[in-house]
């Protein structure tokens, strides 16, 4: 797992970006609780993934993976809603600090083969998750302008599972050659 790490981590950073353009561009356009569901549920599973990545890294040492955890949990939580004011932000950090500290756990209980699986779900549902910035308009909007549009989160939908699948295998076939090169390097070194 903790050649996936990298990969995780980077990933969560980009949906919080992503996050944080987004409550900015569409202020405008959402509500109070709006906002705060967003943030809550952007920080919840945020918190979720990373602490699950991390927690399966740190196994034996839940302390410093919880901490680890909601450092990254409360940060991607507070990006993804500062736009959106100060009670999302602080909705965005408590759902992040306790996305954290459940997914570090997560991570110490469960294999290294059951938390790739486990991450790589999280991952889709935390950039599911920016849909719902398209979703959930203020209450003077209709929340769908037709049914074609419907259309697009289904594509994005399948677009992210497929970069994130094949981000997975990306890392895991970069860590196998590095392995393979290292054990190469090591035959070559003891031959001589």
């Known amino acids: 797992m903790s050649y996936m790490l990298p990969f995780v981590l980077s990933s969560l ?3 919080a970006v992503a996050a944080a353009f987004l409550s900015r561009k569409l202020k405008s356009r959402l509500g109070h609780s709006e906002g705060m569901a967003i ?3 952007f920080g919840m599973l ?3 993934a990373a602490g699950t990545a991390i927690g399966t890294v740190f196994q034996g040492d839940l302390y410093i993976a919880t901490l680890y955890a909601m450092l990254f949990g409360t940060s991607a939580g507070v990006a993804s809603a500062f736009p959106l004011g100060t009670s999302a932000s602080v909705e965005g950090f ?3 600090l306790m996305g954290g500290m459940m997914g570090a756990m997560l991570g110490e209980m469960v294999t290294s083969f059951q938390s790739i699986k486990l991450v790589n779900i999280l991952l889709v ?3 599911s998750s920016l849909l719902l910035f398209g979703v959930l308009p203020a209450r003077n909007e209709s929340s769908l302008p037709s049914k074609r549009w419907l259309l697009k989160p289904l594509t ?3 677009l992210i ?3 994130l699948v094949g981000g997975s295998q990306w890392a895991k076939f970069s860590a196998h050659k590095i392995k393979d090169n290292y ?3 090591k035959r070559n070194e003891h031959n001589h």
């Open 39 to 41: 943030a809550m549920l």
């Open 125 to 127: 549902l935390v950039f």
């Open 183 to 185: 054990q190469m390097d």
């Open 46 to 48: 945020s918190g979720l």
């Open 156 to 158: 994005v939908f399948l």
């Open 161 to 163: 599972c497929g970069l």
């Open 94 to 96: 408590g759902a992040g």
């Open 13 to 15: 950073c980009i949906a």
